[in-house]
């Protein structure tokens, strides 16, 4: 095995974005596209997360709205307000989050596993926590977040 190969492997490509004060993120080979909020139609009867759907480039999208998925307070949407466009199993699904900063390299030794948190509404869905100088990134496992089940079932595409 080359060197060259070796350093890829130790390393993964995240997507980071922001809720409230915090930074998140996503492996990028998870995410299809980042796009402005644009308009979203109202599913009725779905939980108060999924914010409805939108059509994206011919294909409807469920779209979910992370703040209110982590039980945090809902806020205007801004201009700095996007979409990820990320792959769950065999459909795509949109997270709502306050800002997507930027993509980086993270050596994956320097991603710790999930801490023991007490009293967080979004510990269940955090993989693990990477350092990278003075920031401090809280890595998300998509599956946990929404499984695609549940969004079938929320609307209505069951089968």
Do not use: C, W
């Amino acid at each position: 095995m080359t060197e060259t190969t070796e350093t890829l492997k130790d390393e993964i490509k995240l997507i980071v974005f922001q809720l409230k004060e915090k930074e998140y993120a996503i492996p990028v080979s998870q995410v299809n596209a980042i796009e402005k909020i644009e308009h979203i139609t109202r599913v009725p009867g779905v939980k108060n997360y999924i914010k409805g759907v939108i059509n994206l480039r011919g294909v409807v999208t469920p779209v979910i709205d992370l703040r209110l998925r982590f039980d945090i307070e809902q806020e205007e949407y801004s201009n700095s307000t996007r979409v990820i466009i990320v792959a769950l199993e065999d459909m795509e699904v949109g997270l709502i989050v306050d800002a997507a900063n930027d993509v980086i390299d993270v050596k994956v030794d320097s991603i710790e596993p999930q801490p023991e948190i007490v009293g967080v509404a979004e510990a269940e869905y955090i993989s693990g926590v990477a350092k990278i100088e003075k920031r401090l990134l809280i890595l998300l496992d998509l599956e946990k977040v929404l499984t695609t089940d549940e969004v079938r079932v929320n609307l209505g595409n069951e089968g």
